[in-house]
Each structure stands twice: as structure tokens, then as C-alpha cells.
């Protein structure tokens, strides 16, 4: 499993990003997706599953509304799209192969290196 993000930075608050993550080495069309973000001194967090054919979407309520899970598989890629971000959505991001939910993250082996969001002014 090779995952590799990118497209994080530094954003003003309200404003917007587009997070990518490349995968290879498995059937990236049958497999479901996840985002997991994680803060210094804070535990991983789930953020946003996908299903393998994108037609369903989940997210936590602290991104409902705000972040868009997308996946091209085609081009074996998965993105998030955040949008009206906030400084509480500062993390390092990482997508992660397989299913999440609020109590529950795919293994630490499926994920990616992550890819550092900051939202400040």
C-alpha cells in the first residue's frame, strides 16, 4: 500500500484547499477510503470516509458541510476539498485506505506520510 497526500499549506481563515492523495500498490477501485487528521498531543482523528465507487460519503460533524470527499478512480486518486476552514482544522492530514467512522480508523499500516494544513492569520 503506497499513499502519498499533498496540496496541504497555509490558509487564512474562511478560506479554502484541495488535499490530493495518490495510491498505488493496491486495487484502489474496490477499496473504500478514509481522511484522519492529527494535532500535536492529540490522538487521530476521523474526518471523512468514502465509499469504493464514491457513491457514499461520511463525515465527521466537525467538517459536515464545509469538507467534500471525492475520489477519481481512474486516476487512482482521492481528494478532500475544505472549504470555510478554521484554525481547529490546523492538523496533519492523511488518507488511509479503508473504511472509518467517529470510533473507528483504518490500521496505521494503510496510511499515508500526511500533508500539513495550517489555518491561521
Known amino acids: 500500500v503506497q499513499l502519498v497526500e499533498s496540496g496541504g499549506g497555509l490558509v487564512q481563515p474562511g478560506g479554502s484547499l484541495r488535499l490530493s492523495c495518490a495510491a498505488s500498490?493496491?486495487?484502489?477501485?474496490?477499496?473504500?477510503m478514509t481522511w484522519v487528521r492529527q494535532t500535536p498531543g492529540k490522538g487521530p482523528e476521523w474526518v471523512s470516509s468514502?465509499?469504493?465507487?464514491?457513491?457514499?460519503?461520511y463525515y465527521a460533524d466537525s467538517v459536515k458541510g464545509r469538507f467534500t470527499i471525492l475520489r477519481n478512480n481512474a486516476e487512482n486518486t482521492l481528494y478532500l476539498i475544505m472549504d470555510r476552514l478554521k484554525p481547529e482544522d490546523t492538523a496533519v492530514y492523511y488518507c488511509?485506505?479503508?473504511?472509518?467512522?467517529?470510533?473507528?480508523?483504518?490500521?496505521?499500516?494503510?496510511w499515508g506520510q500526511g500533508t500539513q494544513v495550517t489555518v491561521s492569520s
Open positions: 488511509a485506505r479503508g473504511r472509518g467512522s467517529k470510533g473507528y480508523l483504518p490500521p496505521r499500516d494503510y
Open positions: 500498490g493496491f486495487p484502489f477501485g474496490y477499496s473504500n
Open positions: 468514502i465509499s469504493h465507487g464514491g457513491a457514499y460519503t
